[in-house]
């Protein structure tokens, strides 16, 4: 087969039957039915110009050649055939699409002499431009710099993380990643710490309220965290080049940008507090609080218009228009104003966003909590948008929407982060990181809460014992006023300022603290309870109803 004529993946004709390709598999990925039946091997193939095609290997061709094909295996292919491109997803741009028939013949190949890897790597700056066809797959590679808490499946859809990557201009771009990706990144970020480089093959674009995001496809995605591979070398070489080094361009809080996994953020990065004690927490400090949502702090203002680039404000102006009028007076026009001055030289477009303040109960206290838009979504399955349109088209855009009163009486986990002017004014209203509803994570959180009670009213039971005993002991010798003068009264453990009849409490619990006056007077060996009763007979000493033994002064020369 070496001998004969090789065809360019770019000379293929609809014409041709008999030929032959020499390729690199550079994907590969399978797919299997539910009995675990091999149903059909997908590919993207490229020749030693470069050139790709896509591949499919259909039942029962895929169970015939599933075991000769590895990814970036070399083969010669020999009498395919072409067919549409028409999937959902094209991962190759073009209008054909290999297939294997009944004469199709597949050998390994040792002498190819194309490249590595050939990747089509998408412009950030077209993704948010919507430059880029989403019906065709692309390439994407950046830095990875900040990534947010797994998501565990609901409902229909599949666990998911969501992170935001830079390029080597600084723009940045949102990925969301589901099912077994999801889980990559996760492990990933669960072992290491600090900014990453990520290259995905075979990503799509989807537009989400016009912003784009980049995921992946079911099967033919493939993820390079970090890989040693040339495209990944190169692309930190320049980064570092770019800015300095790479430690210093991911110093920008490279610790804390990363974010953890859900449970490692609400169970071991950040510590548990009643909500009574938020308080004591210093600027900039974080905390984890368990509590219900009980009532709406304000039921007028429940969303605000905010900026699609940033989620900040949006701010209606009125400005001069350059136009003229009939009556030669310039003419005001509105025009919308972010209010972050990073937004100063784009086009603002708004769209309502969550903004609602609640009042939240925990086990001891109450707090004031606000709720933005991305949390209130992931609650109600919701957006501000959705419910405005609902209202408009009743004619009540101001009504409070009866939809939200789903939040009330939701157990929550909530992380807060404390603002200046909670220390400065020691406000009562937080704001909020992160929120869950996650069984596992509140039922850990509420043994937590549990134990710390215990372990307070722990606390507070010694001080009383110690307070009861304290006061069992200063009421020695003080039960008989009239039987002991301040000389023979042991007020050594009675504090200054604090008067025997102060000290002498009838209502302080007994103790086995309470002490025979024999046991504190060294002189009289035989006083026993008190002095103004009768001794009780000692047993064992020979004596019933002995006298007490007094000393004899010594008398001076």
Known sequence: M????????????????????????????????????????????????????ECNVDKPFASLQGKSFEEYGDYYIHKPTLGLNEGAIKFVDGPHKLYFQYNTKVTKCIDFCGPQNSFD?????????????????????????????????????????????????????????????ADEINAYVSKHTGHFVLLIQCAKLKLVRDRPYVNNTYLATKLYIEDDIEEITTFKKSLQAKKGSLTSSVSRTSGSS???????????????????????LNEGGCAVILGTIKMFEDTRNWYYNACKHCKSKVQIVKVSDETVNGLDQLEEKEIMVCTNEKCKDKLITA??????????????????????????????????????????????????????????????????VVKTFNVSRFGRSYNISKITDN???????????????????????????????????????????????????????????????????????????????????????????????????????????????????????
């Open 258 to 280: 990363i974010m953890y996994s859900l449970h490692d953020d609400f169970l071991q990065k950040n510590s548990f507090h009643q909500i009574s004690a938020i308080h004591e």
């Open 2 to 53: 070496e001998n004969r004529k090789i065809s360019m993946i770019s000379e293929l004709a609809l014409s041709q039957d008999d030929y032959t390709i020499k390729v690199r598999v550079i994907r590969l990925w399978r797919q299997t039915s539910w009995n675990q039946q091999l149903r059909m091997i997908g590919m993207i193939l490229m020749d030693e110009m470069g050139s790709k095609i």
């Open 351 to 416: 769209e309502p966003s969550f903004m609602i303040k609640v009042r939240v109960q925990g086990l001891v206290g109450v707090v004031s909590l606000t709720i933005f838009d991305r949390e209130v979504r992931n609650i109600l399955k919701l957006s501000a948008a959705d419910l405005l349109s609902k209202y408009e088209r009743f004619g009540n855009t101001s009504q409070f929407p009866i939809e939200l009163n789903a939040m009330i009486d939701k157990k929550l986990a909530f992380k807060i």
């Open 439 to 557: 069984v596992d994570i509140i039922s850990a959180l509420e043994k937590i809460e549990k134990k710390s009670r215990i372990e307070q009213d722990m606390d507070t039971e010694s001080v009383n014992i110690i307070g009861s005993e304290f006061a069992s002991q200063e009421t020695v010798g003080c039960k008989d006023d009239t039987s002991h003068t301040a000389d023979n009264t042991p007020v050594s453990n009675i504090p200054s300022g604090i008067s025997s009849r102060t000290v002498n409490n009838l209502n302080s619990p007994p103790t086995s603290a309470k002490r025979k006056l024999v046991d504190v007077y060294d002189l009289d060996d035989d006083v026993y309870e008190s002095a103004t009763k009768p001794n009780a007979p000692r047993i064992g000493d020979g004596k019933v109803g002995g006298t007490t033994k007094l000393l004899i002064p010594k008398v001076e020369k």
């Open 121 to 181: 790597f998408a412009d950030f700056q077209q993704l948010h431009d919507n430059a880029i066809n989403p019906k065709i797959s692309f390439d994407v590679i950046g830095n990875v710099f900040r990534c947010f808490p797994l998501e565990p499946a609901k409902d229909r859809q599949e666990k998911k993380i969501t992170f935001k990557m830079e390029d080597l201009e600084g723009h940045e771009v949102f990925v969301t990643l589901w099912g077994r990706y």
